[in-house]
């Protein structure tokens, strides 16, 4: 069963560059099964799928935040991680990877999610 950890700061200072890393366990990331995804939170708001990547580094990310966004993978330490640059009070939430299942259409495995503050 693949496992899902979340790393990183937890307070971002508002221009600056948030970065997250996930580390996988228990599986392949190079799988075809799953697209690595990042997945956020906004405090008293819903889930707002950031981006993924898949098992070729096939990029995939969210249209309102694309341009800001960057997922990127390192094999040989079998992370994934999430540059978000230009971060805003409105940033804030908390942050989580999960692993999307294209055959089913769903994410069958999250990390625990990481609170990301920015504030100066």
């Known amino acids: 069963q693949v496992q899902l950890q979340e790393s990183g700061p937890g307070l971002v200072k508002p221009s600056q560059m948030l970065s997250l890393t996930c580390t996988v366990s228990?599986?392949?990331?190079?799988?075809?099964?799953?697209?690595w995804s990042w997945i956020r939170q906004p405090p008293g708001k819903g889930l707002e799928w950031m981006g993924s990547i898949g098992a070729d580094g096939s990029t995939y990310y969210s249209s309102s935040l694309k341009s800001r966004t960057s997922i990127s993978r390192d094999t040989s330490k079998k992370e994934f991680s999430l540059q978000l640059s230009s971060v805003t009070p409105e940033d804030t939430g908390v942050y989580s990877c999960?692993?999307?299942?294209?055959?089913?259409?769903?994410?069958?495995?999250w990390g625990r999610g990481t609170q990301v503050t920015v504030s100066s």
């Open positions: 228990g599986g392949s990331i190079t799988t075809s099964r799953y697209r």
């Open positions: 999960a692993a999307w299942v294209g055959t089913t259409s769903e994410f069958d495995t």
